[in-house]
């Protein structure tokens, strides 16, 4: 070893720290995954979990409220952390095109990874209801995009249909290597607290993520790795809450364009997760969206997508029930650039406009 060398391993110096090999390769043993498994990744995982002071505020008694940021996941959402498992799996198989109905962040996150393993993507959207960031990246992530006149929910029966009939895999989530995947993010919290959180806050759409969450919290619980479960606590939006209701909703609707799914997929397994681990679930209204949202945004520089922020407000909903010194992690599950029209709809901003370019008037407008 040169002189810098050893210098460079005494005191890490290196410039970069070693870098995260994708949610895959880091925890492969947990995965379903072999020698033989092409590992198509994007570097997915490994997000951060960043404590919100100005939640805690709202809170007080001496809880901790951390945020799992997913939507730094390489298309801005938990989504990857499913799809780099299924179109892994998918490729092992030989499989040429994959297919996914899509609220938005499944299409873009099937398209990217479909594309990077050298497959077919093809995706049904609700047309008029996808965001514009979303509707952006499957465009140019080179997915074959139908849109249907219809919802979520009946794009989800056609495709599982053309599944069945069509040499075609499908990656919505009731493809179980998504599920797989997705457990990682309960991994990383338990790896960045030492413990598991007392409480989880998640968003349900399908409600394929939380079913996720509490099958990673329980491995790792069984294997030694925390010593509590957290109580699994779901947030839908009002409007389409059929976890809440414990019915179908026919035309869901809300602001939350990524949780609008009036049938989910995964409702037996959300429910167990909810009676197992003694949790809760609960309606948040779009105002209570917004709201966390808002907050998020300009006093924790913290960008998230509404359906995200539901797991916010939900929190902030129940806190005379969160036990004293309890550690939370609220689960942003997208990105907000993904809804740049929510955004401009919904903020604060100051913004003045038509002003006459001269230092005069932007000094004057800036009130000095
Ligand atoms: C998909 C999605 C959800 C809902 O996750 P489910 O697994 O369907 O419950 C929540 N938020 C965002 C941003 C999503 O993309």
């Not at 290196?14 to 390769?25: D, N, Q």
């Not at 892994?88 to 609220?103: L, P, R, W």
């Not at 993520?209 to 699994?232: C, D, R, V």
Request: hydrophobic share 40%.
């Amino acid at each position: 070893m040169s002189l810098i060398e050893k210098i460079k391993d005494r005191f890490d110096l290196s410039p970069i720290k070693p870098k995260w090999p994708g949610l895959i390769e880091n925890y492969k043993k947990w995965l379903p995954v072999n020698a033989n498994t092409p590992i198509i990744t994007l570097k997915e995982g490994g997000t951060p979990l960043i404590r919100v002071g100005s939640i805690e505020k709202r809170i007080g008694r001496g809880i901790r409220v951390y945020v799992k940021y997913d939507g730094l996941n390489p298309t801005g959402s938990f989504k990857d952390r499913g799809m780099t498992m299924a179109i892994s799996k998918a490729k092992e198989d030989g499989c040429e095109a994959v297919i996914c109905a899509s609220t938005g962040n499944t299409s873009a996150s099937a398209a990217a990874y479909a594309r990077r393993g050298g497959m077919r993507a093809f995706v049904l959207i609700p047309d008029g209801y996808v965001a514009q960031g979303k509707l952006a990246q499957a465009l140019v992530y080179g997915a074959e995009v139908l849109a249907i006149k219809g919802n979520f929910d009946k794009a989800l029966d056609i495709v599982r249909e053309i599944a069945e009939k069509y040499p075609i895999t499908l990656v919505n989530s009731v493809n179980p290597y998504r599920i797989q995947g997705q457990k990682t993010s309960a991994f990383e919290i338990v790896d960045a607290l030492g413990e598991a959180p007392d409480w989880l806050c998640i968003p349900m759409g399908n409600a394929g993520n939380i079913t996720a969450y509490w099958m990673g919290f329980q491995e790792y619980f069984k294997a030694g790795h925390s010593t509590i479960l957290p109580k699994m606590m779901g947030f839908q939006a009002k409007g389409s809450a059929p976890l809440i209701l414990n019915a179908i909703v026919k035309e869901p609707e809300t602001i939350a364009t990524a949780i609008r799914i009036g049938n989910p997929v995964n409702r037996e397994k959300a429910m167990i997760a909810k009676e197992e681990s003694k949790g809760s679930f609960l309606a948040v209204t779009d105002e209570e969206i917004i709201n966390a949202y808002k907050i998020l945004g300009k006093e924790e520089g913290i960008f998230c997508e509404p359906a995200s922020a539901a797991s916010v407000a939900g929190l902030l909903k129940r806190k005379q029930e969160i036990p004293n010194k309890s550690t939370i992690v609220c689960v942003l599950t997208g990105n907000g650039l993904k809804d740049p029209d929510c955004a401009i709809t919904n903020n604060d901003a100051v913004f003045h406009s038509d002003l006459d370019a001269n230092l005069k008037t932007v000094a004057k407008t800036m009130g000095f």
